[in-house]
Structures are given as C-alpha cells and as structure tokens.
C-alpha cells in the first residue's frame, strides 16, 4: 500500500507541475497577431495625426 501511495502523490505533483508550466505559458505568451497590432498602432498615430482632419474634440479620424 506505501508504494501505491507513493506512486499517486508523484503523479499528482507531476499533474500539477506540468498544469502550472502550461497555465503559466499561457498567460505570459503574447500571441503573434497581437504584436504585429501593437507594432503598428505605435506608428500610426502619428502619420494619422497629420492627416487627419477631424474637429479637435473627435476621438477618432473619419477617414482611418
């Protein structure tokens, strides 16, 4: 009975090990998709900027 036990806790902590390594890269990873956005939103704001002719209180550019 000591070694079936013993086998069920090293599964468990396997189990939870590998849970917590898979939730873990889940949660840190930034997908692909989300970067490339990010990357190109941080350039168009300001060529939007200038060509832009919405009225100064407008939160967004009609024609973007």
């Known amino acids: 009975?000591?070694?079936?036990?013993m086998m069920i806790a090293g599964l468990f902590?396997?189990?939870?090990?590998?849970?917590?390594l898979v939730m873990g890269a889940m949660l840190t990873t930034t997908p692909?998709?989300?970067r490339l956005v990010a990357a190109q939103a941080s350039?168009?704001?300001?060529?939007?900027?200038?060509t832009c002719t919405a009225a100064?209180?407008?939160?967004t550019c009609p024609r973007a």
């Open 1 to 5: 009975m000591k070694y079936e036990s």
């Open 13 to 20: 902590a396997t189990c939870f090990a590998l849970c917590t």
């Open 32 to 34: 692909d998709s989300v």
């Open 43 to 50: 350039t168009t704001p300001a060529t939007a900027r200038a």
């Open 56 to 59: 100064p209180g407008a939160t």
